[in-house]
């Protein structure tokens, strides 16, 4: 056995053995799942958020296994002690990081060193792709709420309002408004949950329509919101006990129309999908609801991944490409608000060649005194990852990333032959009708062709050598939205975002003693904040500005890259993402 391999062994068996102790400790105990859930909760109140998400990771640890041992129950009169749960929990948290590093490194043997020294591990990160990717998704959270789209959910404050009120007393104007304002931050989260799948879908998955789940959902994440909220105004316990028949009760209140079999149904498949944030114990029919750790978590695509493990093949024929189109769609119809964009959709090439893939997404955009900007993406709308095993999907010889970089170079190769360039010059005078190319570009046209991977989590993590930027879709979203519709601004942001990530992060090491050892890991700490700034291009007359100024100065890329008073063009000079097109033939 090698040295990695021996040390990633010690690692797995000692976090077991002490992981068994702390569950068969903790199910000795009145209501562990409710006091570590607490502790979770209790550091979010705090406001040290990234303790908080910490803590949660190992409450899903330590929770699967207590719900695992029939022995648990609420009834013992030993009460858990808060200290012992905080050091419980962390120790959770550091399985969680550590476990994901032996995964990553068995895929990638060179991305991690194993070193041990008498009792001593080592544990150094070689790929800097890992901690890019768990930076970014940070970074995008950040993103997403700080939006200026989030201008369309203006909802009041319900912590204040429901300050000093009764719980659910609809009497009071101030807990109307409060309910008011969580219907409106529901839709705010649904618009950056993984929802591609309309909510008024009739498709049926696991017994149930997918309408009738987001309507259960939703009554759940009222009920969440409002806990939430509420408990942080009047400074309670967070935690609540539900039996099964009281939460099932509250749903059907709402969807009288939804049978009580469906609906226990559906909860217990949120229950399974809540990454321990909404806990069943079933030995007593009681659910046990984390609202701040519940309102953070993706239910829908932890519940769409769900469906996929138990009934692969019907997600894959009535599910899966529904989801695929949804990310497409929703890039196109981003860079459809500025005016210089047309996207096309799944473009076919397999009239020119049948082992040809199809475009998934090409956005043309209208540049003046230049030509023509594309980009050709490849979009792969996958669930997003939760641990190493759904990262790792992206690599190895099948792996959709891997297949992604496969596919966009081969159609950027066909579109640099001639064939390729008659099809480009086509979709260009098809799409932008409105522009008479002859007397905008007397010289013939440029077209700068970028390659782009658009997904729905990935930055390239495990693809540190890519030349292709890969960037997910809700931050490409974002870069769009403030980019008023300037291409330059969008290249920047998307060919230097590795970097704009990169400083973004504080590598630091983590230290945990476990059965024995002293582990020693790299990790990471998030040092800024990335910013978008609002851009001006369109909206303050720039691009109209620029046209004129070409059509009166007569001045063009083209024309610019042929030497004075010679009429042979001297295309070499161009770089290789350019590509001039003499538009007289067509």
Request: with cysteine; proline share 3%; aromatic share 12%.
């Amino acid at each position: 056995m090698s040295e990695s391999n021996s040390v990633r062994k010690i690692i797995e068996n000692v976090f077991e053995s002490e992981l068994k102790e702390i569950s068969d400790r903790l199910i000795q105990t009145s209501d562990p799942l409710l006091c570590l859930s607490e502790t979770v909760e209790l550091a979010y109140k705090s406001g040290n958020f990234p303790l908080g998400e910490l803590l949660r990771c190992g409450n899903e640890i330590i929770s699967e296994r207590l719900l695992n041992n029939p022995q648990i129950n609420s009834n013992s009169e030993d009460k858990p002690d808060y200290k012992s749960l905080l050091s419980d929990l962390l120790l959770g948290a550091n399985y969680w990081g550590i476990r994901d590093k032996v995964y990553y490194s068995y895929a990638n043997q060179g991305s991690i060193i194993w070193n041990k020294t008498d009792n001593n591990i080592n544990i150094e990160l070689r790929d800097d792709s890992i901690f890019r990717q768990l930076v970014s998704q940070r970074q995008t959270f950040t993103l997403n709420s700080a939006s200026p789209k989030n201008k369309n959910y203006s909802f009041a404050n319900a912590v204040e309002l429901l300050k000093n009120t009764r719980a659910f007393d609809f009497t009071d104007q101030n807990v109307i408004d409060a309910a008011e304002s969580i219907e409106k931050e529901i839709e705010w989260k649904m618009s950056y949950f993984f929802s591609y799948v309309p909510e008024d879908s009739s498709i049926e998955i696991r017994g149930y329509l997918y309408s009738e789940f987001i309507s259960v959902y939703r009554v759940i994440m009222f009920y969440a919101l409002y806990e939430r909220h509420y408990s942080m105004a009047n400074d309670i316990s967070s935690v609540i006990t539900y039996t099964e028949a009281e939460i099932g009760s509250a749903v059907q209140d709402q969807h009288p129309n939804i049978s009580i079999g469906k609906i226990n149904k559906i909860i217990s498949d949120i229950s399974l999908s809540s990454r321990s944030t909404l806990t069943f114990l079933k030995n007593e029919s009681k659910y046990y609801l984390s609202p701040i750790s519940f309102t953070l978590v993706d239910i829908i695509s932890n519940f769409l991944r769900l469906h996929a493990q138990n009934q692969p093949d019907d997600f894959s024929s009535n599910i899966a490409h529904i989801i695929g189109n949804g990310l497409v769609f929703k890039i196109k119809k981003t860079f459809e608000q500025h005016k210089n964009y047309r996207v096309l959709c799944d473009v076919k090439l397999n009239k020119f060649d049948y082992t040809l893939p199809d475009i998934d997404l090409l956005a043309m955009s209208y540049e003046p005194s230049l030509g023509f900007h594309l980009f050709i993406g490849e979009v792969k709308n996958n669930l997003p990852a939760v641990w190493a095993k759904d990262y790792l999907k992206a690599s190895s010889k099948n792996g959709y990333i891997t297949k992604a970089i496969s596919q966009v170079n081969i159609i950027n190769e066909f579109l640099n032959t001639e064939q390729g360039e008659v099809y480009l010059l086509n979709l260009i005078k098809s799409n932008f009708k409105d522009l008479d190319l002859k007397v905008l570009f007397p010289h013939g046209i440029c077209v700068i062709k970028d390659k782009l991977i658009i997904t729905s989590q990935s930055v390239g993590m495990f693809f540190p050598e890519a030349d292709i930027p890969i960037i997910d879709g809700a931050t490409l979203g974002h870069i769009i939205d403030a980019s008023d519709g300037d291409t330059n601004y969008i290249q920047f942001h998307v060919n230097k975002y590795n970097e704009i990530i990169d400083d973004c992060i504080e590598k630091c090491k983590e230290k945990v003693s476990v059965g024995g050892y002293n582990i020693q890991y790299d990790a990471v700490k998030i040092a800024n904040f990335m910013k978008l700034a609002e851009h001006a291009y369109i909206s303050d007359g720039t691009y109209e500005k620029l046209e004129q100024e070409s059509l009166e100065s007569g001045y063009t890329m083209a024309g610019s890259i042929r030497h004075k008073g010679d009429e042979i063009f001297h295309i070499d000079q161009l770089p290789k993402n350019f590509k001039w097109i003499n538009i007289d033939p067509y």
